[in-house]
């Protein structure tokens, strides 16, 4: 089987899981008595900012590595962890907002997760944009292994930044959005959600990733 | 006691954008591929 | 080590005089700081903010444009005379390169904050007297940060497509972070708050001058490989 096929058969399984993950959520996970259905919304909406960041993470560990053994395979990984963190980050994005109105009564806050989300989604967004701006290959792939790596320096900074802002500015929440310690039956669900988004993630790459590889033999040819 | 919160129409906004996000990547990839 | 410094400076030297000599960028940007003061003056609803609230961001906001503006400048020199790769077959390293570029860059924007900060004062009517010493230091600390990744982007960025439009749009997240540390320290700067009530803030901006200079100094010599 190419890896293309692969990638598809993956993803499909995972969004087949998603469903499984769906209707445990909704029907088998217990209501949360003060946040009501919607805190349902943080099983999907934080295994995908914990992929947004880790896929951030892996551009930036497969730059480095890219930079040292100069392998275009790695280059070719690099791009399709973008481009699928860019998924993962508008995920987030649009859940967060829609649980937050139920939680601080206002569509956006700057909160820690949605604010770091919202720095990778636009250092996504750069490292692509600067992909499609470089005609040479060659270039291509080590101006946006510059970028990689420096996106992933940053992210520390974000954190940093973001804590010590919050700090600050303490949040007019209401609720506290995730509870610190979950009853077991939660945790299973969460669990469940997070390694549901890991197949998709690998599902994903591996397409793009040979979408990736069908384009540049197609541009040799 | 208070009444747990009826905002189950939130959590079906969420979930339902989730999955529209996957389905059209998901469909995304494969016509791009297929277009190879 | 000594011999990259001696050529950074050579290098430096050499693009100032140029800049100096012409004077049109650095009065063009100068120029633009002083506008963009006014353009913030007037953006406002004086009778609703008061000036010295608004202040620190007023200046950081303005810092930040120009800085951006004289990177876009930047490599412009070179590429306009492809004098870009006689640089890089002179019997100099690649770190000297970035270091004479960065230390060029420097000079500039702080040519040009050093006529936006009393402007700045006169325009806000703000009380820096007392505290023009850390409102220095921490403007200094924050321009490293700035320049430094400017510097390496614009390298890069200068021979692709669009490159005036991708500079802001690749640079500024990560100008925000140490924009954030600079408007809250000199929020407590103007506010006559002792500077510990931002320990944390410093210590970011000093880490990010730290690892982004030492990451951009690694990182240059691939944005300018044959």
């Known amino acids: ?221 | 006691m208070p009444d747990v919160p009826h905002n189950a129409g939130y959590m079906v906004a969420a979930y339902v954008t989730t999955a529209l996000i996957l389905l059209a990547y998901a469909c995304s990839l494969y016509r791009r591929a297929a277009k190879r | 080590m000594g011999e990259t410094l001696r050529h950074a400076w050579t290098l430096a030297r050499k693009d100032l005089v140029l800049e100096f000599r012409t004077r049109t960028a650095i009065l063009s940007a100068v120029v633009f700081t002083a506008l963009v003061l006014m353009v913030f003056n007037f953006g406002r609803d004086p009778s609703a903010v008061a000036a010295i609230d608004l202040a620190p961001s007023i200046l950081w906001v303005t810092f930040t444009f120009a800085a951006m503006l004289a990177l876009n400048r930047a490599f412009q020199l070179e590429l306009d005379n492809q004098a870009l790769e006689g640089l890089l077959v002179a019997p100099i390293s690649r770190t000297s390169i970035y270091w004479g570029k960065l230390a060029a860059n420097l000079v500039f924007v702080a040519v040009v904050e050093a006529v936006g900060l009393p402007l700045f004062v006169l325009f806000f009517n703000v009380p820096v007297a007392d505290v023009l010493g850390p409102l220095v230091g921490v403007i200094a600390l924050a321009t490293v940060g700035f320049v430094a990744v400017g510097t390496l982007f614009s390298a890069m960025l200068v021979r692709t497509r669009f490159a005036e439009l991708m500079l802001p749009v690749l640079l500024l997240p990560f100008l925000i972070p140490p924009l954030m540390g600079a408007v809250q320290v000199t929020a407590r700067l103007l506010a006559a708050r002792p500077l510990s009530e931002v320990a944390g803030w410093l210590r970011l901006l000093a880490a990010y001058d730290v690892v982004f200079l030492t990451l951009a100094t690694l990182l240059f010599p691939h944005t300018v490989e044959q």
Do not use: N
């Open chain 1, 1 to 221: 089987m190419t890896l293309a096929r692969k990638g598809h058969w993956t993803t499909l399984v995972g969004l087949v899981l998603l469903g499984g993950v769906y209707v445990r959520a909704v029907v088998f996970t217990p209501v949360e008595r003060l946040q009501g259905p919607a805190q349902k919304i943080f099983y999907l909406h934080v295994p995908a900012a914990v992929w947004t960041e880790l896929a951030m993470v892996l551009v930036g560990v497969a730059s480095v590595v890219f930079l040292f053994l100069k392998d275009p395979r790695l280059d070719r990984f690099a791009e399709a962890s973008a481009e699928v963190g860019t998924v993962f980050a508008a995920i987030v994005l649009t859940t967060g907002p829609i649980w937050g109105k139920t939680v601080w009564g206002t569509w956006w806050a700057w909160d820690a997760r949605l604010t770091s989300t919202l720095f990778l989604f636009f250092l996504y967004i750069g490292y692509l944009l600067l992909r499609g701006a470089v005609v040479d290959a060659g270039a291509r792939a080590r101006y946006a292994a510059v970028l990689g790596i420096c996106g992933m320096a940053l992210v520390p900074f974000i954190h940093l930044s973001v804590y010590l802002f919050r700090t600050l500015h303490p949040q007019p929440i209401i609720l506290k959005p995730s509870a610190p310690s979950l009853p077991q039956s939660m945790l299973v669900t969460w669990l469940l959600s997070f390694a549901v988004f890991t197949v998709l993630y690998v599902g994903f790459v591996m397409q793009r990733y040979a979408l990736g590889r069908a384009r540049e033999e197609g541009d040799r040819a």
